[in-house]
């Protein structure tokens, strides 16, 4: 299915410039990890959900975004709190739901076109320097977000398969044929974004 | 239209995909025929670039596949298999725009020859559409406009009906039969075909019939069994 992150509508976020969106979440985020008070975080936590769910995303839709990060978030929380302390725990879950929710606002908010164009205009001053390929790294921006939902489409396939089967869902054997399909759709991918000819000069247009 | 192989083959390890073969392709209408696996997505992978030759060369209008590969590219256009892998961008207008971006092309010039060609295809009013909203016949022209938006000459359709209803079918059909450039249709319908100016026939990676389209389709059944 090729539905991208994104969801239409017209809330402040939308209609915001995907630069102002960008800014204000490096900002957040910088912000989150200079503060360590629960009596900061806590609430910055509940507005970036109060944010993320005013975006246009179902309830569940929103639940099961948040679900791959949230199974790593959650590794995190056990694992600080039993090396330092459950505070320090907490600080770090409500912070990095908090930045996770902000960035899923504005990928939720943003067109995959507009953010594939304010990367590469962006980068514009490190291409001229020849440090890199403006138009390469939007692009890689743009397909990891064009993608993700694809991945997600192959893992549901493959465990309905299984099921179907009668076998037990097991994460090790579902790795490696999403592994397999996901390289194999990469490939194609990469061929057709040869096929329509990515980085073809101008003259050479009809 | 001027496609030449000179003993290209290809190879990948030890096993051979395609035998040495040499021919030229100057017809408007030309179909690939051939039971799975015969070598007809590779010969046609061949005239565009995106496959190399192991041996021998490929040229398309003059241009070699491998020396000219960037202008190669832009005399053949290619539309895959599963149209949705070459669907980058997730509305409709932003895809058909997305090749022409790549050019440097000033916003109004892309949006004069997006316009263009989503009329040209009838499909202006899924300009805003979802592509994962459009039905597989209306996707298979999104990618078939998103390609000729940029204008190649030449173009390479990889089993462009399979899948498709017979609505979609009918729809994709019409659409091929009315195009104007250069067509090289991999397909195994061959009701579409039959109508072609010359069908090429391979198995196991050879050449086993080429001509008007009667004949190669009778060799196919022959090779096919039935």
Same mark, same amino acid.
Request: glycine share 8%.
């Given at each position: 299915?090729? #539905? ?7 809330? *402040? ?139 997600? #489409? ?22 490696? *044929? ?22 073809? *000069? ?5 | ?23 030229? /392709? ?22 565009? !670039? ?12 003059? /241009? ?146 080429? !001509? ?12 096919? !069994?039935?």
């Amino acid at each position: 299915m090729l #539905n991208g992150l994104n969801i239409e509508g017209t809330t *402040p976020l939308h209609r915001m410039s995907v630069r102002a969106k960008l800014a204000i979440l490096l900002i957040c985020g910088l912000g989150l990890y200079a503060v360590s008070s629960l009596y900061v975080l806590i609430p910055a936590f509940i507005i970036a959900a109060l944010i993320y769910f005013t975006t246009g995303l179902s309830f569940r839709e929103g639940v099961s975004r948040l679900k791959p990060i949230l199974f790593t978030i959650l590794i995190l929380l056990i694992a600080t709190a039993y090396l330092t302390s459950t505070r320090a725990a907490a600080e770090s879950f409500f912070r990095l739901m908090a930045i996770v929710l902000f960035a899923g606002a504005v990928t939720a908010t943003t067109a995959t076109g507009a953010f594939i164009d304010e990367i590469t205009r962006l980068l514009q001053p490190l291409d001229r320097l020849g440090l890199v390929r403006a138009a390469d790294v939007g692009l890689a921006f743009g397909l990891v977000l064009r993608f993700v939902p694809d991945i997600f #489409n192959h893992y549901q396939s493959i465990r309905e398969a299984h099921r179907a089967r009668g076998l037990k869902v097991r994460p090790l054997t579902i790795l490696a *044929p999403l592994i397999i399909l996901t390289l194999k759709d990469a490939d194609t991918i990469a061929m057709a974004i040869d096929a329509r000819g990515f980085r073809r *000069p101008r003259e050479r247009l009809r | 239209m001027d496609i030449r192989f000179s003993g290209a083959s290809v190879r990948y390890g030890e096993r051979t995909v395609l035998q040495p073969l040499t021919l030229s /392709l100057t017809e408007r209408r030309i179909g690939i025929i051939g039971l799975n696996g015969s070598g007809k997505t590779t010969f046609a992978r061949l005239i565009n !670039g995106l496959v190399k030759p192991t041996t021998g060369t490929v040229t398309v209008n003059g /241009l070699d596949t491998v020396e000219d590969a960037s202008a190669t590219l832009a005399e053949a256009g290619f539309i895959f298999q599963n149209p949705q892998h070459q669907i980058i961008m997730p509305i409709v207008h932003e895809d058909i725009a997305f090749g022409l971006k790549n050019c440097g092309l000033k916003a109004d010039e892309i949006e004069r020859r997006t316009a263009a060609v989503l009329e040209r295809f009838g499909i202006a009013h899924l300009a805003k559409r979802r592509v994962h909203e459009l039905s597989g016949g209306e996707t298979q022209l999104v990618a078939i406009a998103s390609v000729l938006v940029t204008g190649p000459g030449i173009l390479i359709l990889d089993e462009p009906t399979n899948q498709l209803d017979l609505k979609n079918r009918r729809l994709v059909e019409n659409t091929i039969a009315g195009l104007g450039e250069h067509t090289i249709v991999i397909s195994h319908d061959l009701p579409l075909i039959e109508r072609f100016d010359r069908v090429i026939l391979f198995h196991d990676g050879r050449l086993v019939a080429d !001509g008007p389209a009667s004949e190669s389709i009778r060799a196919y059944h022959a090779v096919a !069994g039935c």
